[in-house]
């Protein structure tokens, strides 16, 4: 089965956002296959926002990203990748469509609430960067 990585970041945990995040995936039908809280070291943060070493705004986004807990989870399901996409909005959340996450929930570019993988493979990148194999359910073995 399909599945994403999604992260709760440092302001949406702050904010007691965790449970609305998480809910809206269960309802939506999404299985929680993998979760913890943690605060991400330098050093994984740098290796997750690889892709935007270049840009201006790395240096503030790896020390936001490391700066307080996140959540960071597996989720899985039928074309999880794309749609928890749609369900986490644009990521300007002025751009972000009332409904999703972001238009919701978020008000900056930076402090939006939430990741996710913006592909399969990033999502099979991001996933074995924050979890071990072993950690994720297997629902496919349980009921
Ligand atoms: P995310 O989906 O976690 O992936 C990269 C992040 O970079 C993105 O969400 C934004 O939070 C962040 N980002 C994008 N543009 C800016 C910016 N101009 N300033 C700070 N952070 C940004």
Known sequence: M???????????VQRGLIGEVVSRFEKK???LAAAKLMVIPEELAKKHYGEHAERPFF??????????PVFAMIWEGEDVVKTARHMMGATKPSEAALG?????????VGKNIIHGSDSLESAEREINLFF????????????
């Open 2 to 12: 399909e599945k994403t990585f999604l992260m709760v970041k440092p302001d949406g």
């Open 29 to 31: 039908g999404f299985k």
């Open 132 to 143: 071990e194999d072993s950690s994720a359910i297997n629902y496919e073995k349980t009921s």
């Open 100 to 108: 999703t996450i972001r238009g919701d929930l978020g008000l900056t």
């Open 59 to 68: 240096g503030e986004l790896v020390d936001f990203i490391t700066s307080g």
